[in-house]
């Protein structure tokens, strides 16, 4: 059976150029900050919203990825863990966004670097909305739908921040710049809430389960039994982010915000590529690997085996597209100022085909009761990650920081294959 069908190839298609329009759009959103500011005002910027950005897996702790495994192995059952994910999601979403705000305040900034980090906490707000309704249309399998909403935020940040750059180019400044950011996610927030209304009703369309109304009646979940079911996904969540963009948040700490900035630079680009995969396997294959792992596991075996080799393949051609493209294409996104971004991008490179096999790998993981040991090695290689970067930071800079990346991301694919291969496929 070949990996994807022709509809399969359909719904890949519409997310992948979705999500990369919306990357390109997050892209260019960035590279107008960037061309506008100084890279040490560029680097407190990026330095802040990725670490904000570390902390959004704990709103929420994992509630949107565990819908996809409730509905995917419970069906219309699963209604019973919707209000208690509700509440639990605003107790942990409220404890974040006020946490932020005492970092921003009492932490080691000054007065611009705390307004910035609190005009940027509202993200986190904007980001688990974005989740919660993403995991809803994924299990209508409204693919076009859930492109479309993705893509949203990109494009009315890169409005803003366009009109922003063009009627105020000369008084643009960081500042500015995060407001617009925190205009984005308070219109996202009453949208949200109005497309996740329908699951609470009959007017859900769950795809793959027989649809009836018993059994979610009864035993109705509380938030506490959400957190039970949730934390796996949201430690996973949080390991993925420390191990995948805490080299930034360290940088500015153990560096400068200079080094930040232009470190930020080759990581969008790393993160556009890291999309592909995103799409294929947390997009399109994750609510059906979880149906799969219990009506069907040998296509849960299929999809491993060909997607391996398939996510290889397509890093390795990654990897020298990049070392072909990354002089030229930096210096005509982000001009001169940031050049020295381009060597950081080289060496970042070498991560690419560790991590397409790590999404492939990882992917069948999620199944059954494996999540709780793929967190364990999500912790491990997160915490291996922060340890090689405060090494290598105070000695090589930028540089460092990209060798802990590959070091780490190269140890997440090998446990990945290992243990999938163990416990998922040969079972």
């Known amino acids: 059976m070949i990996l994807l069908k022709r509809e399969a190839i359909k719904a890949v298609s519409s997310l992948w150029l979705a999500t990369l329009t919306g990357a390109g759009l997050a892209f260019i959103t960035q590279a107008i900050l960037a061309r506008s500011l100084l890279p040490e005002a560029y680097g407190v910027f990026s330095s802040s919203l990725s670490f904000v950005m570390l902390f959004v897996p704990l709103a929420g702790f994992g509630v949107a990825q ?31 966004y006020c946490g932020l705000i005492v970092w921003a305040v009492i932490g080691p900034h000054n ?39 993705q893509l949203f935020p990109h494009l009315l940040r890169f409005f803003l921040v366009a009109a922003l750059a063009l009627f105020l180019s000369e008084k643009i400044n960081v500042v500015l710049g995060s407001l617009m950011y925190a205009v984005v996610a308070l219109v996202m927030i009453p949208i949200g809430y109005f ?44 390991a993925h982010l420390i191990y995948y963009q805490s080299d930034i948040v360290l940088l500015k700490y153990l560096d400068s915000d200079a080094s930040a900035g232009i470190y930020n630079i080759a990581f969008l680009v790393i ?23 219990i009506q069907d596991p040998s296509r849960v075996k299929k999809v491993f085996e060909q997607g391996n080799i398939a996510m290889l393949l397509l890093g390795l051609l990654f990897l020298v597209g990049i070392w072909v493209a990354s002089d030229w294409m930096v210096l005509l996104l982000f001009g001169d100022t940031y050049s020295s971004a381009s060597s950081v991008l080289k060496m970042l490179s070498f991560s690419v085909p560790f991590m397409f096999v790590a999404f492939s790998a990882g992917a069948v993981l999620v199944t059954q009761n494996h999540m709780k040991l793929k967190v364990k090695l999500m912790m491990s290689v997160a915490l291996m990650n922060v340890l ?40």
């Open 111 to 149: 007065y611009i670097t705390s307004l910035v980090l609190c005009l940027l906490a509202f993200h986190v707000l904007a980001q688990v909305v974005l989740e919660l309704v993403s995991s809803r249309l994924q299990l209508e399998e409204r693919f076009l739908s859930l492109a479309i909403w």
């Open 271 to 293: 993160s556009a590529i890291y999309l592909l995969p995103g799409v294929i396997y947390q997009k399109y294959f994750l609510p059906k690997i979880h149906r799969w792992s």
């Open 66 to 96: 565990f819908w996809l495994k409730a509905f995917g192995q419970e069906g219309w059952a699963a209604k019973r863990w919707l209000n208690g994910s509700i509440r639990f999601t605003s107790y942990s979403t409220g404890l974040v």
């Open 388 to 427: 090689l970067n405060t090494i290598l930071i105070p000695v090589y800079g930028m540089m460092g920081a990209a060798i802990a990346t590959i070091l780490s991301n190269a140890l997440l694919a090998l446990l990945y294959f290992i243990t999938a291969k163990r416990l998922v496929v040969k079972n």
């Open 195 to 238: 497309m996740l209304k329908p699951m609470f009703n009959n007017k859900f369309g769950l795809v793959g389960h027989e649809k009836h109304f018993k059994e979610f009646c009864e035993n109705k979940k509380s938030w506490k039994a959400v957190i039970n079911s949730s934390w796996p996904f949201g430690l996973a969540a949080f």
